[in-house]
C-alpha cells in the first residue's frame, strides 16, 4: 500500500467506524430513554399500584435511578478489559447486555400477575441496562476518537454524542405512534410492551454494524496493557476524573429533568397531552443533534475547553427561566424552553467525547473516560428526576426544581473551567 492509498484507507475506516458508533450509541440510549419514558407514564399502575400515586412515581423513578448506580460498575469492568483486550469486543457486549435488558422488560409480568417479584425483576432487568450502557459511551468514544485524524477527532467524537439525540428523538417517536394508535387503557395495559420488544430489532441491527469494523489502530499500537487499569488512572489521575465527572453533573442532572421528569411534570402537573409532549420533545431533541454537530466541529477549531464553557454559561443562565416558560402552559413557549434547554447543551455534549479520550493516555483511556462519565451521572441524572418529583411535591412549587436545576448547572461550569483545554494534544 503506497502512502497516499493509506491515509485515504484510514480515513473511510474513521468514517466507517463513527457511524457505527453513532448507530450503536442510538440504539443503546434508545434502550436506556424508553425506560424513562415508561417510568414516567406507566410503571407506577403496572409495578406499584399498591401506594398511593406520588409514592408510585417516586418508586417508578427510583428503579429509574438505579439503571445509573449500575453503570459505574459497568464503566470500570469494560473499562478494565477494553484497556487490556481491546475496544471493539466490549462495544459487542455492552450492546447484548442493553439489548437482553431491554426485551425482558417488555415481557415482564405486572405486579397484578406475579406480586413483589415483577418490580424486583424490573429493578434486575434496570441494573443489567446501566451495566451495559456503563461500558457503552466510553468504548464508542475511543473507537471514533482513537481512529479520527488528530484534527478532526472533536468532530468524529461527536458521532457518539449525535447518538444521544437521535436516541431520544427514536424512544420519544415509537412512544408516539403507540399512544397515538392505542387507547390510554390499551397503552396501560400491553401496549407499552411495544417500544421495549421493538429494542431487539435494533440490537440485531447494531451487532450487525459492529461487528465489521476494526479495533482501534492506537490501541493496537500500545505496547503495554496495564493490569488494573482503573486503578492506575485513580492514582495517578484521580482530579481529572472529578473535575470531568463534575463538569457533566449539571448536563446530565438537567438533561434528565428534560427528558425524563418533563414527561411526567407535563402530563400531570400541567395537564398536557402525552403525545404533545412527546411530539415536542422529539423537534427540541433534533435541534439537539443539529447542535451536537456544529459544535463538535467547531471544537476542532477554537478549541473544546472554550466552546463547553459557553455552553455551561448559557445552560446554567436558562435554568433561570425554563420551568417558569413551562408553566405558562404555552406550547409555543414551552416548545422554546425546550428547544433552547437541549440546544444550548449540545454545545457542551458535542465537544465532550473528544475532550474526554484525551484527557487520558492510552492504557487508561477506556477506563478514565468510562468512569468520569458514569461518576456524573450517578451525582446528577441517577437521582435527578427523583430529587425532582420529592421536591416539587414537598414545595408544590416549580421554583424549587429552578433551583435544583440552577445550583446543578453552577458546579459543572466551575468545573469546566478548572479543566485544561486538551484539543491540541496527541493521542
Given at each position: 500500500m503506497t502512502s497516499a492509498t493509506q491515509p485515504k484507507s484510514m480515513n473511510r475506516e474513521a468514517k466507517r467506524v463513527a457511524v457505527a458508533s453513532a448507530i450503536g450509541t442510538t440504539i443503546e440510549w434508545y434502550d436506556f430513554f424508553i425506560y424513562g419514558t415508561a417510568a414516567a407514564l406507566v410503571f407506577a399502575p403496572q409495578f406499584f399500584p399498591q401506594v398511593s400515586e406520588l409514592t408510585g412515581t417516586l418508586a417508578s423513578f427510583a428503579t429509574f435511578a438505579i439503571g445509573f448506580i449500575a453503570r459505574p460498575l459497568g464503566g470500570i469492568v469494560m473499562g478494565h478489559f477494553g484497556d487490556r483486550i481491546g475496544r471493539k469486543?466490549?462495544?459487542?457486549?455492552?450492546?447484548?447486555?442493553?439489548?437482553?435488558?431491554?426485551?425482558?422488560?417488555?415481557?415482564?409480568?405486572?405486579?397484578?400477575?406475579?406480586?413483589?417479584?415483577?418490580?424486583?425483576?424490573?429493578?434486575?432487568m434496570r441494573c443489567v441496562q446501566g451495566f451495559g450502557l456503563g461500558g457503552e459511551w466510553g468504548g464508542a468514544v475511543l473507537m471514533s476518537v482513537e481512529h479520527a485524524p488528530d484534527k478532526r477527532r472533536?468532530?468524529?467524537?461527536?458521532?457518539?454524542?449525535?447518538?444521544?439525540?437521535t436516541g431520544i428523538v427514536l424512544s420519544n417517536l415509537v412512544f408516539l405512534i403507540?399512544?397515538?394508535?392505542?387507547?390510554?387503557?390499551?397503552?396501560?395495559?400491553?401496549?407499552?410492551?411495544?417500544?421495549?420488544?421493538?429494542?431487539?430489532?435494533?440490537?440485531?441491527?447494531?451487532?450487525?454494524?459492529?461487528?465489521?469494523?476494526?479495533?482501534?489502530?492506537?490501541?493496537?499500537?500500545?505496547?503495554?496493557?496495564?493490569?488494573?487499569?482503573?486503578?492506575?488512572?485513580?492514582?495517578?489521575?484521580?482530579?481529572?476524573?472529578?473535575?470531568?465527572?463534575?463538569?457533566?453533573?449539571?448536563?446530565?442532572?438537567?438533561?434528565?429533568?428534560?427528558?425524563?421528569?418533563?414527561?411526567?411534570y407535563a402530563n400531570r402537573q400541567l395537564g398536557i397531552a402525552t403525545p404533545t409532549v412527546l411530539t415536542m420533545l422529539i423537534f427540541a431533541s433534533a435541534v439537539f443533534a443539529i447542535g451536537v454537530v456544529f459544535f463538535a466541529r467547531m471544537s476542532d477549531r477554537i478549541g473544546r475547553r472554550k466552546v463547553m464553557v459557553w455552553g455551561c454559561a448559557a445552560h446554567a443562565a436558562w435554568a433561570l427561566v425554563f420551568f417558569p416558560l413551562v408553566d405558562t402552559k404555552s406550547i409555543p413557549l414551552i416548545a422554546i424552553a425546550l428547544i433552547l434547554m437541549l440546544g444550548l447543551q449540545s454545545a457542551y455534549i458535542g465537544p465532550q467525547p473528544a475532550m474526554f479520550a484525551e484527557l487520558f493516555p492510552t492504557g487508561m483511556r477506556y477506563s478514565g473516560a468510562s468512569l468520569s462519565l458514569t461518576l456524573g451521572v450517578i451525582l446528577g441524572g441517577a437521582v435527578t428526576p427523583l430529587v425532582a418529583t420529592a421536591l416539587y411535591g414537598a414545595t408544590g412549587s416549580s421554583w424549587s426544581l429552578t433551583a435544583y436545576a440552577f445550583l446543578m448547572a453552577l458546579i459543572s461550569l466551575g468545573c469546566q473551567l478548572a479543566l485544561k483545554e486538551t484539543y491540541e494534544k496527541a493521542l
Open positions: 469486543s466490549m462495544l459487542v457486549w455492552s450492546l447484548m447486555l442493553m439489548g437482553v435488558g431491554t426485551v425482558v422488560i417488555g415481557l415482564l409480568p405486572t405486579y397484578a400477575q406475579i406480586g413483589v417479584w415483577a418490580p424486583i425483576l424490573l429493578v434486575l472533536g468532530f468524529f467524537g461527536g458521532f457518539v454524542a449525535f447518538g444521544l439525540p403507540v399512544t397515538s394508535v392505542t387507547t390510554p387503557s390499551e397503552f396501560t395495559d400491553w401496549a407499552w410492551r411495544i417500544p421495549f420488544l421493538f429494542g431487539a430489532v435494533l440490537v440485531v441491527v447494531g451487532l450487525f454494524i459492529r461487528l465489521r469494523i476494526a479495533e482501534s489502530p492506537v490501541f493496537e499500537r500500545l505496547e503495554q496493557h496495564r493490569r488494573v487499569p482503573v486503578i492506575d488512572v485513580l492514582r495517578t489521575d484521580l482530579r481529572k476524573v472529578l473535575l470531568a465527572a463534575g463538569s457533566y453533573l449539571g448536563m446530565g442532572g438537567i438533561g434528565y429533568i428534560v427528558i425524563v421528569y418533563f414527561v411526567s
